[in-house]
């Protein structure tokens, strides 16, 4: 039975190459085209593959209704939280998890810092979009016509002297973001508040959400902050290959946003 399911499911990623014919189907399971006929019918029956006028087999669409259905009821907070505690438990800082909706980045997760000296900010709460490092990785990820269509509309507050200042420099630094796959804060919103931030992505290898860890220079440096840098992209990695149900592999590919560049 076990290799009956195995087979069967094997003409699934087959027949995401495109459309193919029992004779192909056969050849690439291995095995004689009645056999393969019979996982066909199987698959049709259930909606999962489709026979279309020509004789050929094509993905089904009840297989892309399941998907659908599955990634609307993925919960990033909850797939991400335990990794967010993980991490403050290794680094003690404030970490935070944001999600872009309707033209704003909201704050979805935090877990507080183990220092006295905290970070006013709170779940539900919009970030700063024009200096947040977390904002600054949802929006790079943005087609470049939507970015550019954003910055046009935004205001450009001058929070601190580092605060970013207008549409053009904003479009500089979303570019550099998205190129190296990482972002960070440091004294744009707060003076004495530093962040560096990493994307979480989806199996499409867009970004979903951005995770963050924040701290005070009372409590630490720019500089020593940003030697997590690494530990919080591991974190977020980890975080993306949960959501997009991907098992966890030294030769898989990392997604696009994540895998460039280096602090």
């Not at 403050?88 to 935070?96: L, W």
């Not at 960070?184 to 995770?211: F, K, Q, W, Y």
Request: charged share 20%; proline share 5%.
């Amino acid at each position: 039975m076990s290799q009956t399911v195995d087979r069967a499911l094997s003409i699934l990623p087959l027949l995401a190459e495109g459309p193919a014919d029992l004779g192909r189907v056969a050849a690439r399971l291995g095995v004689h085209k009645s056999t393969a006929l019979r996982l066909l019918r199987t698959l049709h029956e259930h909606g999962l593959v489709y026979r279309q006028s020509d004789q050929r087999y094509r993905l089904g669409a009840r297989l892309f209704a399941l998907a659908q259905q599955a990634v609307e009821s993925l919960d990033i907070r909850e797939i991400a939280h335990p990794h967010l505690v993980a991490l403050n438990e290794k680094c003690g800082h404030t970490v935070h998890l944001a999600v872009h909706e309707e033209h704003e980045v909201l704050y979805i997760d935090k877990v507080e810092s183990r220092y006295p000296v905290r970070m006013y900010s709170r779940i539900g709460k919009p970030v700063a979009i024009t200096v947040a490092a977390v904002a600054k990785l949802l929006l790079a990820d943005l087609p470049e016509r939507e970015r550019r269509a954003l910055a046009e509309r935004l205001e450009f507050p001058l929070y601190t002297a580092r605060s970013i200042p207008n549409a053009a420099a904003f479009l500089t630094e979303l570019a550099t973001v998205r190129e190296q796959g990482w972002a960070t804060d440091l004294g744009g919103h707060e003076e004495s508040i530093n962040c560096v931030a990493a994307p979480v992505t989806g199996a499409d290898g867009r970004v979903v959400a951005a995770m963050s860890v924040s701290a005070p220079n009372v409590v630490v440096s720019a500089e020593e902050l940003l030697t997590l840098l690494p530990l919080v992209r591991r974190t977020a990695d980890a975080i993306s290959l949960e959501y997009s149900g991907a098992a966890p592999a030294a030769t898989a590919p990392a997604a696009h946003t994540a895998s460039k560049g280096t602090p």
